[in-house]
């Protein structure tokens, strides 16, 4: 469980995020959703501190990260794994070293078992026989497919996915987030999905955070974002044409 | 003020959290490979045509007939040996080795390649950078002697053909009041340069912020601020180990 309180950020006159709590609870994804630019990816940057927030406290199962020391933030660092917008996979390294490099880097294993480990994980994200092929040979998909296969072969405690979507045709954006939903339900990780998709909201939304102009609006599941009687979140769900329709039809 | 002590925190955190030998060997291999392979070639063809282009200006300066010959290749062995193999030579490494260190930077930065590091709870700057400061270390006083010894040469044949000066008489003024110090002193210049180089352009890399034209602005920043460093410490080591006390 990764619990977050009062999380500000600015950006020089520019204020990014206000005043942000929650709890994100392990075992099924949690969404924090949101129109472009209004400080989801910063957010989750500031939870593991790759940006630093200005105020506010965020506690990893109950270790708090904020006021941690060098070395225990390293320790807990070490926990997570994270899926960039852009794959961030290494360009000079080739698919299988990508996946195996948090084990090489981190992990005290014999390299028998890394490479198993590696394929175990390749396959499981559907991408079994890629192992030799560069970054520049990947598709969008695969390469979204490639980072999770990073993010997860060291086994994680905490699983984060900034807009694992962007980019993608529907249905590779559909295999994405289920296999997103079936990672955190077998390995049991406390995982944070960034989005603005709709499909995901409605395909994976157990737990859902809205943020709008850097404050948190409104929290629920997918089964009452319809109806949460939030106008700016109403603006955002209905501005999907399919969502929009199926309202008319009164479908939601 | 701010910038610059950005840069001495940058060059503290190389040292913290360090990662293992083996992983940093491998790393300090490739990138001696990267720096000294791919560069030699350039510092050979610019080195040659230096020492051959002095010999003939040289040449064209000493006029006097009661000046021997020998002094036109004493000449160019000091300005070589003091001036411009290491420090030409590390203009020419910064706007080579420097750009490129500064792009791959940036481009990771922008690519997210670096925060995939630190979320890994990896030290990117000691990963990263702490290889291409020691593979330079180790590479660019290697280039400076090769750069020397092809400048000379490059006089040597150029006197020869053109007759300016006998191949006798070129080895006797390149022999002629050596002081050893000189190579010494271009050493120590070497490594101050292969570290300026080097740490200025790994900085202006990883601290690039934007998309693909940052990218490039950060590689020119690297190469100017490189060249400005390396001038002002060549003129401080000029100072301090060559004026008389």
């Known amino acids: 469980m990764i619990e977050i309180f009062n999380i500000s950020k600015s950006f020089g006159d520019k204020k990014v995020l206000t005043d942000i709590s929650g709890t994100f609870e392990k075992g099924k994804p949690n969404l924090i959703i949101g129109a472009s630019g209004t400080g989801k990816s910063v957010l989750l940057k500031c939870i593991v501190e790759l940006i630093t927030p200005d105020e506010g406290k965020v506690f990893f199962d109950g270790r708090n990260f904020t ?70 040979e990947l598709s969008g998909g695969m390469r979204k497919r490639v980072g999770i296969a990073r993010a997860i072969v060291n086994n994680p405690k905490y699983l984060f996915c900034d807009e694992p979507n962007s980019g993608l045709d529907p249905q590779t ?66 501005a999907n044409k399919v969502m929009m329709a199926m309202k008319e039809k009164g479908q939601v | 003020m701010k910038e610059i002590g950005r840069y001495f925190i940058f060059l503290g955190n190389l040292l913290v959290n360090r990662e ?14 990267l720096i000294g392979l791919d560069s030699i070639f350039l510092f050979i063809l610019v080195s040659s045509f230096m020492g051959a282009v002095s010999t003939v200006q040289t040449a064209f300066n000493l006029v006097a007939p009661y000046i021997p010959k020998y002094v036109i290749s004493q000449v160019v062995r000091e300005m070589t040996v003091l001036e411009l193999a290491p420090t030409v030579m590390a203009i020419i490494f910064a706007g080579k080795v420097g750009s490129s260190m500064a792009g791959n930077l940036g481009t990771m930065r922008i690519t997210e390649q670096i925060d995939a590091l630190e979320v890994m709870g990896i030290n990117s700057i000691n990963y990263l950078v702490l290889p291409k400061v020691i593979a330079s270390l180790i590479m660019y006083p290697m280039l400076v002697v090769v750069a020397g010894v092809c400048a000379l040469v490059g006089g040597y044949i150029v006197g020869n053909i053109t007759g300016i000066l006998s191949p006798d008489e070129y080895i006797y003024g390149i022999r002629y009041m050596f002081n050893p110090f000189t190579v010494t002193f271009a050493l120590i210049k070497s490594f101050v340069f292969a570290f300026l180089v080097s740490s200025i352009s790994s900085y202006k890399g990883y601290y690039t912020r934007g998309g693909a034209l940052e990218v490039g602005i950060s590689s020119t920043k690297a190469v100017t601020t490189s060249v400005i460093a390396i001038l002002l410490a060549d003129y401080l080591l000029a100072q301090l180990l060559l004026s008389p006390a």
């Open chain 1, 67 to 136: 006021d941690a020391s060098r070395k225990e933030k390293i320790e807990i660092r070490r926990e997570i794994g994270m899926l960039f917008q852009g794959g961030a996979l290494f360009d000079s390294k080739t698919v299988e070293e990508n996946v195996r490099f948090p084990l090489d880097m981190l992990a005290n294993m014999p390299r028998d078992e890394k490479q198993d480990r590696v394929n175990l994980v390749l396959n499981r994200v559907g991408l079994k026989g890629a192992n030799k092929k560069m970054p520049s």
């Open chain 1, 173 to 238: 954006s559909i295999v994405i987030d289920e296999l997103i939903r079936d990672l955190t339900e077998d390995y049991d990780t406390t995982t944070i999905v960034v989005t603005h998709d709709m499909n995901s909201v409605m395909g994976i939304g157990d737990r859902i955070m809205f943020i709008h102009q850097g404050r948190k609006l409104w929290e629920g599941s997918k089964d009452n974002i319809t109806h949460s009687g939030v106008k700016e979140l109403d603006d955002f769900v209905f």
């Open chain 2, 20 to 33: 293992s030998f083996k992983t940093h060997y491998k790393l300090v291999i490739d990138e001696c490979v």
